[in-house]
């Protein structure tokens, strides 16, 4: 099964879902790096998390969702692009007891940040504490504090897969205010009574008419989800020209050379004194 999100409508409401199962790209963004796997699992929530949350993008950007903390994972850190590009990384320390998966017990007291960053126009971010157990916990927060539409999401991870589960009420279009509570309420009821191994293992037909079959919704192509990183040769010569001649010039004498690795996808970008020099003449 190919990563994807998948979307779903119930007729005669104004409620929408989404469905998001991400495997390949969970597995490339782990590859390399020694996670813990506590951290392999936050970083799958949070993948199949960015994914639901730009999946209510209406322009083209990009959507990330930043947690820092005080606990032994310093930083969660997943982007999604409108057109489906994922990556994600973490940050943590050495030495731990990784047997307990709670946020609370691996990122600790701290905030998560919702940034979307549309190709044109203006950034927005929301910003909240880090106060539930599991990462849709805290989202739920996101949504009720940014004044967003009422949205419930699940999250579930394990064994290099994620996916995650959307509802939300879009506003009155198609139904009444009441109609639409009734239906939200009825629906909302019945995605909570879903197994996170039955989301995490089950396909998107299967989901859905396990919890929808009196309602059966309305299923739009699903689209394609894939692991992306936006770094390149440019943006690390930016990254180092940002350093300033001093540093460059050090750089120079005391290495002849400096080889940067993408924290997100491993790639390697080399550059010799002549690049160098040429970057200190730039900066003159
Ligand atoms: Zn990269």
């Given amino acids: 099964m190919q990563d994807h999100k998948q979307r779903f409508l119930f007729p005669d409401s104004d409620i929408r879902g989404e469905l998001v199962q991400v495997e390949s790209s969970v597995s490339r963004i782990l590859e390399g790096h020694s996670y813990p796997l506590p951290v392999q699992g936050l970083i799958g929530e949070a993948v199949a998390a960015v994914a639901l949350l730009a999946s209510t993008l209406k322009f083209k950007g990009r959507l990330a969702l930043q947690a820092q903390g005080k606990g032994p994972v310093s930083l969660l850190l997943a982007e999604c692009s409108h057109d489906g590009e994922l990556r994600a990384l ?18 600790g007291e701290g905030t998560m940040v919702i940034t979307i960053t549309p190709d044109q126009g203006r950034q927005y971010q929301g910003i909240v504490p880090l106060s539930g157990d599991t990462l849709a916990e805290c989202l739920q927060g996101y949504f009720q504090q940014s004044e967003q539409l009422p949205t419930s999401l699940w999250l579930a991870s394990g064994n ?62 699903a689209q394609p989800l894939q692991f992306g990183c936006t770094c390149s040769r440019d943006r690390n010569r930016n990254a180092l020209i940002s350093l300033g001649n001093q540093e460059l010039q050090q750089l120079l004498d005391e290495d002849g050379e400096v080889t940067l690795t993408c924290d997100f996808c491993r790639h390697q970008e080399h550059f010799d004194a002549v690049d160098l020099a040429e970057m200190i003449r730039e900066g003159n």
Avoid: K, V
Wanted: aromatic fraction near 4%; charge should be negative.
């Fill in 90 to 107: 973490a940050r943590h320390s050495d030495g731990q007891d990784w047997s307990h998966g709670d946020i609370q017990t691996l990122i």
């Fill in 160 to 221: 290099n897969r994620a996916a995650g589960l959307l509802l939300q009420r879009l506003p009155n279009q198609l139904a009444t205010t009441d109609g639409n509570n009734q239906m939200w309420e009825h629906l909302d009821a019945l995605a909570s009574t879903l197994q996170m191994e039955e989301l995490l293992n089950l396909d998107d037909q299967t989901i859905l008419h396990r919890l929808f079959h009196d309602t059966p919704p309305q299923l739009p192509d």
